[in-house]
């Protein structure tokens, strides 16, 4: 992390700064002195150009290494502080990043003359491009943060001596052959440690889990029968002999890691104990930042935030301004700009009208670009075409722009596939199925296994609460252990969150396992109506679009549940195979029932591969209401197309 950050003049006046940890005023003289005053450093004759980051030699003082970059014209130095041990790769881009906005939002006030104050509320601007690029890098499992004084040098080297000196955690229910060296001692690391904030409060306690017997010096299993007047294992099985067979008996582990036999008893959570009807405290759940995902409107509606509209708009005009003043220089396809692509139109001159065979070449480096954005082929091979079309028979201007002409192009077809044709405004139809046919508004949640169906409805419901609604959550996944408790931590969560504001109200409907989800969700439904919710959010199990079986019952399911709404969530690191699980879930509800929209989750995994919303909306017409931003219950997103299109454009 950043240990610090200034923007100052080049007369040494500061302008705006922010400090992570104490850093000496000497550090940024020492700097300014040695780079711009001395120019003890060959390469920072750049020091004068406007030129990115990454090309302006690194200075280091003490244990410090300082970024930097600069404006010419306005006379203005930006610099990064961080620690040498520290390797952060995304700095140089958030110094050029910090530089466009800043001469964006406060260039005017630096022009005045004699300017040496700059009224600005740059902080919130700082902040969303320093989490946004924080979280967009990849950093190294277990990778320490903060290094001083080679702390960290010295906390790996005892961690690696700890794992060369620790044995292997014996296996439980065996006796070793060995003695551990450390037997005398008793071992504490081969006991779990309980989890603070269960899910389940009838979890069994530590006597039920497992953990690794000391050695031969134990008691043998037989003989701590025999003390316990417990009958032994031969007797069991003499007295089974002569009675009645019984079913298998389930197995329960003592404190040692070894079976006992005597007195099972089966471990059903699927019905609701004493213990889960208990209120607990879920003084743990952290405040959501309303104001950092949504608006209320006037009439009191909350909106969601599209994704970062003001900062990204501001980065992407300044980058369209520079593309347009720099000359294009020839070269191939294989680039990933579209200044390569606008290379391949050399040989087409001002005032010519295009054709087929002038755009073959440049369609071909389009359509790569497009797939390294994570764009199916089928959709990139139609968006080309699309292009195509525009383009043929166009006669280009004197001094037109071929990259602008391609541009333009290619942002229409893109606009046009990610643009609704309907509207999206679920709160709309929200309140028209309340009012007027007195009944709950039904969303269902679907998708393949792991891609966040449960996080998303619980995101979603978080948005519905601050809108002063009232929702069921319905457990129709009945078949993947701990997804009944998984939801019943969101509901105690959000109920707990809802309760600070005033805002709506929330409740679980749930039947356990093993049992029918369609019946399970037809039932949710009416309890609803009886007891007055405005919505139910309906949760199903994963199952995978490729199994014929599984898919089956979700005719059954869109029959009984009948949704107002059915959302499938795909992932957007699922890749070209985005194309077939769409198609396969829009076609599995029967001929009169399809998809109604998608969630896009873990988008801010992926940057600007953005292009699985491309493949999707490509293959069903059906458009993307929500992105899935982080993992918080305020990390949800309305789509935004321009930002898309830029993404897929950079």
């Known amino acids: 992390m950043l240990d610090g950050f200034e923007i100052l003049t080049t007369s040494g006046v500061v302008l705006w ?101 700059v009224e600005c509320n740059f902080d919130d601007y700082f902040d969303q491009q320093v989490k946004e690029l924080e979280g967009s890098a990849e950093i190294p499992y277990n990778t320490p943060q903060i290094v001083q004084d080679g702390q960290a040098l010295t906390a790996i080297s005892r961690n690696l001596a700890n794992e ?34 269960t899910s389940r409060p009838s979890t069994p306690s530590n ?45 329960k582990w003592d404190a040692d890691g070894l079976a006992d036999e005597d007195g099972e008893v089966a471990l059903d959570y699927s019905v609701t104990s004493d213990a889960d009807s208990r209120p607990v405290s879920s003084a743990g759940v952290e405040p959501v930042d309303m104001a950092a995902s949504g608006t209320r409107t006037s009439k009191g509606q909350y909106i969601l935030k599209d994704l970062d509209d003001e900062v990204h708009s501001i980065l992407q005009t300044a980058s369209q301004k520079k593309e347009q003043s720099m000359p294009s220089k020839p070269t191939g396809v294989v680039g990933s700009s579209f200044g390569a692509i606008s290379g391949l139109f050399r040989s087409v001159i001002g005032g010519k009208v295009l054709t087929k065979q002038d755009l073959e070449k440049p369609m071909k480096g389009m359509e790569d670009l497009l797939l390294k954005k994570n764009v199916a082929r089928e959709a990139a091979v139609r968006l080309c075409e699309g292009v195509e ?57 679907v998708g393949v296994n792991g891609v966040g169906k449960s996080t998303s409805l619980s995101k979603l419901a978080f948005f519905l609460l601050q809108n002063n609604l009232s929702l069921l ?78 898919m089956s019952s979700l005719e059954k399911f869109a029959e009984l549940a009948r949704p107002d709404k059915i959302l499938m969530v795909g992932e957007a690191l699922v890749g070209t195979d985005s194309v077939m699980q769409a198609r396969a879930f829009n076609t599995a509800f029967g001929a ?15 940057g600007e591969m953005v292009g699985v919303l491309v493949s999707m909306v490509h293959a069903t017409g059906i458009p993307v209401v929500f992105l899935g931003v982080g993992q918080h219950y305020g990390d949800l997103r309305t789509v935004n197309v321009g930002n898309v299109v830029g993404l897929l454009m950079s």
């Open 17 to 117: 700064s922010k400090s992570y940890a104490p850093l000496s005023s000497n550090l940024i003289n020492g700097f300014i002195k040695d780079v711009f005053i001395e120019e003890k450093n060959v390469s920072s004759a750049a020091a004068a150009d406007d030129t990115p980051a990454a090309q302006h030699p690194s200075y280091k003082k003490d244990k410090y290494t300082l970024r930097w970059a600069s404006v010419k014209d306005l006379g203005l130095i930006f610099v990064a502080v961080y620690q040498s041990l520290l390797h952060l790769s995304w700095v140089d881009k958030l110094l050029d990043n910090i530089r466009i906005l800043f001469v964006d939002l406060y260039g005017d006030q630096v022009k005045k003359p004699h300017s040496t104050v």
């Open 592 to 606: 009169k029932r399809g998809l109604d929209g998608f969630i896009i989750s873990k988008c801010d995994t992926v």
């Open 473 to 550: 959550i319905a457990a129709c996944d009945t078949f993947r252990s701990g997804a009944v408790e998984q939801l019943r931590v969101h509901a105690r969560n959000l109920k707990d969150l809802s309760e600070r504001e005033n805002l709506g109200r929330i409740e679980l409907y749930e039947k356990g396992y093993g049992k029918d989800a369609a019946h399970i969700a037809r039932d949710a439904v009416a309890y609803a109506q009886q007891n007055k919710f405005d919505v139910v959010l309906i949760d199903t199990a994963g199952r995978r679009h490729n199994d014929a079986r599984l």
């Open 389 to 445: 079309r525009e383009l043929i028979g166009k006669k280009t201007g004197s001094f037109e722009s071929i990259d602008t002409l391609l541009r333009a192009s290619l942002s229409s077809s893109l606009t046009k596939l990610l643009t609704p044709t309907t509207s999206l405004s679920l709160l709309t139809s929200i309140n028209t199925v309340t009012s007027q046919q007195s009944r709950p508004y039904t969303i269902s949640i």
């Open 164 to 197: 060369a000196e620790e044995p292997p955690p014996p296996v439980p229910g065996l006796l070793s052959d060995r003695r551990s060296p450390n037997s005398a001692a008793p071992s504490t690391d081969a006991t779990p440690t309980s989890t603070p904030d």
């Open 207 to 251: 006597g039920h889990l497992l953990s690794a017997k000391a050695g031969r010096g134990g008691t043998s299993r037989r003989a701590r029968k025999a003390a316990s007047g417990k009958p032994s294992a031969v007797d069991g099985l003499k007295e089974k002999s002569v009675g009645k067979a019984k079913g298998k008996q389930l197995r």
